[in-house]
């Protein structure tokens, strides 16, 4: 009988010892991020009034130039200038892009087109697990 109440008790115990409760991070990454973040793009042409870009989205890099495959609209960042040609690598520790809806033009050959619009955006953005833990750790007044 003793064994058997120094085993309950040791059971007991065991079970309710306090939970370990480590801090969440600040910033989780952003679900919105698109796989077009880990992209190569080469300018195809430059739309001043649309403030943006059709671009290719390259297939393959090589050092100056890219094999082009699909086309795509990037909009265009603030203080970021865009130029025919000109190969953009967005992929950053702090940006993203997203689809953001769709962009149609004319081609010189009267075809209608109709291309994802890229984005960027933050990255990471505020854990809202991270907010509710640091509120239970305010001591309660």
């Known amino acids: 009988m003793k064994k058997f109440v120094l085993l309950l008790s040791?059971?007991?115990?065991?079970?309710?010892?306090?939970?370990?409760?480590?801090?969440?991070s600040k910033t989780i990454e952003n679900p919105k991020c698109s796989d077009f973040s880990?992209?190569?793009?080469?300018?195809l042409q430059t739309l001043s009034n649309e403030n943006g870009a059709l671009a290719y989205v390259c297939k393959q890099e090589y050092s100056t130039s890219c094999l082009p495959g699909m086309v795509v609209f990037l909009k265009k960042p603030k203080n970021t200038?865009?130029?025919d040609e000109q190969i953009i690598s967005?992929?950053?520790e702090e940006k993203c892009l997203i689809i953001d809806g769709?962009?149609?033009?004319?081609?010189?050959?009267?075809?209608?087109k109709t291309v994802p619009k890229l984005k960027m955006i933050d990255k990471y953005i505020p854990n809202p697990e991270y907010e509710k833990w640091e509120k239970e750790q305010k001591p309660k007044e």
């Open 81 to 83: 200038l865009f130029y």
């Open 38 to 43: 880990n992209k190569t793009f080469e300018i």
């Open 102 to 112: 769709t962009y149609e033009y004319t081609t010189k050959n009267k075809v209608l």
């Open 90 to 92: 967005p992929s950053s």
């Open 10 to 24: 040791v059971l007991v115990c065991g079970c309710t010892l306090p939970a370990v409760i480590t801090q969440p």
